[in-house]
């Protein structure tokens, strides 16, 4: 005999009915909707606001009159503001 039959499922839920009743289970069922919709919803907002042509952080493009910086000096900045 299967321990997740028809007959075991439906007096599972009578049980879980009677101890909670149905407006909590109701609450929950809402609660857990609602949570799955704000989660899709920051998914969504997260993937309009990475940069589609490089998916990473945005770079700077050299005038052509600019110096560039060595990588010493990178790595001295990098290191000061940590």
Known sequence: MDIFSLPH???????VMALFGTSKIKNIGGDL????????QAMKE??????????????????PGAD??????IAKNLHTKS
Request: hydrophobic share 35%.
């Open 68 to 73: 560039a910086e060595t990588g010493e000096t």
């Open 9 to 15: 499922l439906i007096i599972l839920l009578l049980i």
């Open 46 to 63: 997260e993937e309009r606001s990475e940069s589609p042509k490089t998916g990473g952080p945005e770079t700077k493009a050299l005038e």
């Open 33 to 40: 909707g609602s949570a799955i919709k704000s989660f899709r």
